[in-house]
């Protein structure tokens, strides 16, 4: 069935610093890509989307690429701030009906230090 | 900005006992979703319902586990003899025609539920 593989946390960062969370898939349809985050105590959030291959979704300096040919959906920010620390899912449609489902990875939790 | 609403934010029960767990989902939206999270864990999916019917659910909902849309705006998650195990946040989600292509779900801030 379709899966979501993300990498292994937790990561920490300094301020300032480049961030790459990795995500791939597996998927015998055309899914949609999702990035949500989960701030502490806090429920999932949608921070960015991408609906077809080569879009790229950007949100809050957030950016990820659909790349078809690599079926992966890599996070990334040029410069995180310590407010970017959180629980990041990257997530696919169920795209079978209308009414499918999101497909999570496991979560990568980032900790940003000042 | 509509929200999906969740009841109650945190629940203590005993194990073996009934919880009803609430959610008011957007208005207008028509695809209703359950989701739970072990403290650590990944978001695994439990259940979603169309049309007044559950759509799909996962080999998680068993037997003990049942959804309900009683009126026009509620959706509830009910699980009738509670255990350890069942202890997780909960999340409601929705889903509206406009995002049906996309596949963009709405959630919750979710139902923490810890069975003693």
């Known amino acids: 069935g379709d899966s979501v593989t993300q990498m292994e946390g937790p990561v920490t960062l300094s301020e300032e610093a480049f961030l790459t969370i990795n995500c791939t898939y597996t998927a015998t349809g055309y899914p949609s890509l999702f990035w949500y985050v989960q701030y502490p105590g806090e429920g999932l959030q949608l921070l960015l989307k991408?609906?077809?291959?080569?879009d790229k979704g950007s949100n809050k300096g957030f950016e990820a690429t659909y790349r078809k040919e690599t079926t992966s959906f890599h996070l990334e920010k040029g410069s995180v701030q310590v407010s970017d620390s959180a629980v990041y899912f990257c997530?696919?449609?169920?795209?079978?009906?209308?009414?499918?489902?999101?497909?999570f990875g496991q979560g990568t939790e980032l900790s940003v230090k000042p | 900005e509509p929200e999906v609403t969740q009841t109650p934010s945190h629940q203590v029960t005993q194990m073996g006992q009934e919880v009803i767990l609430r959610c008011v989902p957007i208005?207008?939206?028509?695809?209703f979703y359950w989701y739970r999270q072990i403290l650590g864990q990944k978001v695994e999916f439990l259940v979603s319902f169309y049309n007044n019917e559950i759509s799909e659910k996962s080999e998680i909902f068993d037997d003990q586990f049942s959804v309900e849309r009683p009126d026009g705006s509620n959706f509830t998650l009910k699980i009738r003899s509670t255990k350890l195990e069942d202890s997780a946040m909960y999340f409601c989600?929705?889903?509206?025609?406009?995002?049906?292509?996309?596949?963009?779900?709405?959630f919750g801030e979710g139902s923490r539920l810890t069975v003693l």
């Open positions: 991408a609906t077809k291959a080569d």
């Open positions: 997530a696919l449609s169920d795209g079978h009906n209308q009414g499918g489902k999101l497909i």
């Open positions: 989600a929705s889903r509206g025609y406009r995002n049906a292509g996309t596949g963009e779900l709405f």
């Open positions: 208005s207008n939206h028509l695809y």
